[in-house]
């Protein structure tokens, strides 16, 4: 069994910055060869990819809204990964899931049903306007 906890989230008023953070764990479970990943849900919509990253930590993948203000990275020593949230909008309110994903693709979109193994508990951000 896996357990991803996040934590970082807040309310931040727009054009802010916020990092929010997932410590991963579980007695047979080797982080360092994971990929792992983002995903958020606001209210009423869908949960969807934000941000990917592959075990070695140079591999990156991100969904087109989020391009260029967001960044995923992972520190293998400390089972973490991380995001980072800069330029906010009010449309990024939701609250951010992490999650181990089964494999790492070069693609913009992964599938909530069908990519992911394991889910944390979710952090809730909100943006203020």
């Known amino acids: 069994q896996v357990q991803l906890v996040e934590s970082g989230g807040g309310v931040v008023q727009a054009g802010g910055s916020l990092r929010v953070s997932c410590a991963a764990s579980?007695?047979?479970?080797?982080?360092?060869?994971?990929?792992m990943g983002w995903f958020r849900q606001a209210p009423g919509k869908e949960r969807e990819f934000v941000a990917a990253?592959?075990?070695?930590?140079?591999?990156?993948r991100y969904t087109d809204s989020v391009k260029g203000r967001f960044a995923i990275s992972r520190d293998n020593a400390k089972n973490t990964v991380y995001l980072q949230m800069n330029s906010l909008r009010p449309e990024d309110t939701a609250v951010y899931y992490c999650a181990v994903l089964r494999s790492y693709r070069s693609t913009s979109y992964y599938d909530t049903a069908r990519d992911v193994n394991y889910w944390g508990q979710g952090t809730q951000v909100t943006v203020s306007s």
């Open positions: 579980g007695r047979t479970f080797t982080f360092g060869a994971s990929t």
């Open positions: 990253i592959g075990w070695s930590g140079t591999s990156t």
